[in-house]
């Protein structure tokens, strides 16, 4: 019988494929890691969206705006998919044939966490649960990136695509 941190691991290594399956079933064309090359552009891309929930829980999402800088973004290991929880998000990558260049989590923008200290000189962290909110994604810009979209990661329904202008 398997370790409970070997099961674990497997869990997690089964999730990871099973959702780049899923995020790659709704691109035109599969990922193939041998042949995609990406060059590295030193580029940061910040998105900004508004999001809204209504009451049945179908969210809707607008672009508002993007900027492009020069900059390298350090790694984060809490952008993993692998993080990802109900009403997280999951940022896509694309190229001009919709292959999938990278992915990254987006925490549920719906739900912030507000840090209180309590007269007892503790600090709370209350959660704030929003039917509406805006929100920016920062990620480090590939040089072939012509698509990025944004899913739930619950049932990995694309809300929205952005179209990138490199130029």
């Known amino acids: 019988m398997p370790s409970t941190k070997t099961h674990t691991q497997t869990i997690k290594m089964l999730f990871l494929m099973f959702s780049w399956m899923l995020i790659a079933c709704g ?32 969210r809707t999402l607008t672009f508002i ?13 809490s952008w993993s998919v692998e993080n990802a929880q109900e009403g997280d998000l999951i940022c896509a990558q694309l190229n001009k044939n919709s292959n999938i260049i990278s992915t990254r989590l987006i925490k549920n923008p719906l739900k912030k966490h507000v840090e209180s200290f309590h007269p007892s000189g503790n600090i709370e962290i ?39 202008n490199l130029e």
């Not at 041998?34 to 060059?39: D, H």
Request: aromatic residues 4%; positive net charge.
């Open 27 to 58: 691109t035109t064309k599969t990922v193939n890691p041998e042949t995609l090359v990406i060059a590295d552009t030193n580029k940061i891309i910040f998105l900004t969206y508004s999001i809204s929930e209504d009451p049945s829980g179908k």
């Open 126 to 164: 209350t959660t704030i649960n929003q039917d509406k909110t805006q929100f920016s994604v920062r990620l480090a810009l590939h040089s072939q990136t012509s698509i990025i979209t944004i899913s739930n990661f619950a049932d990995r329904k694309s809300l929205i695509s952005t179209k990138i």
């Open 65 to 77: 705006k993007q900027n492009i800088v020069e900059g390298k973004l350090k790694p984060n290991s």
